[in-house]
């Protein structure tokens, strides 16, 4: 499991270094309270499936990784919210920390998780990565990862 992060971590940073490369535009870089302050906006406007914030907040080429290993784009991610196929209940996040990288930041941390999709209602412990961008328009979600905390037996 600690092989998988840190190999996780080490394709988020490379992602991070490309990112930079390919955009060539010139970003201011991100503060550890700035990085947190995006990751609780994230929380706040997907748990209220804000539309209009999700579009302003996350990036074009947005990819969201859920706990059940189903990936979407940001388009299908806010499809979902948008048609009520998906709906969060407010979203807490705990025990955040954000390691910063010049342009970008991955803020860590865990949250409780009650979504409702097609009737069934999902409900756990996560730990997430949210990958902060420092964009020329501000900072941006790039990328969104869960992953499942297994309950006690």
Excluded: C
């Amino acid at each position: 499991m600690l092989y998988f992060a840190k190999t996780f971590l080490q394709s988020l940073f490379a992602m991070v270094l490309l990112f930079s490369t390919v955009t060539g535009a010139h970003a201011e870089t991100v503060s550890t309270s700035e990085a947190l302050s995006t990751a609780e906006k994230w929380a706040t406007v997907v748990g209220q499936a804000d539309i209009a914030g999700l579009n302003e907040l996350l990036l074009n080429d947005y990819i969201h990784v859920h706990a059940t290993a189903l990936v979407e784009s940001k388009a299908r991610f806010i499809e979902a919210l948008q048609s009520g196929a998906r709906k969060y209940d407010p979203i807490t996040i705990e025990e955040a920390n954000a390691r910063l990288f010049g342009e970008s930041a991955v803020v860590t941390g865990k949250f409780v998780l009650k979504a409702t999709t097609r009737d069934r209602v999902i409900e756990g412990i996560n730990r997430f990565v949210i990958l902060v961008i420092s964009t020329p328009g501000g900072l941006r979600v790039a990328h969104f990862q869960a992953t499942s905390i297994p309950q006690a037996k």
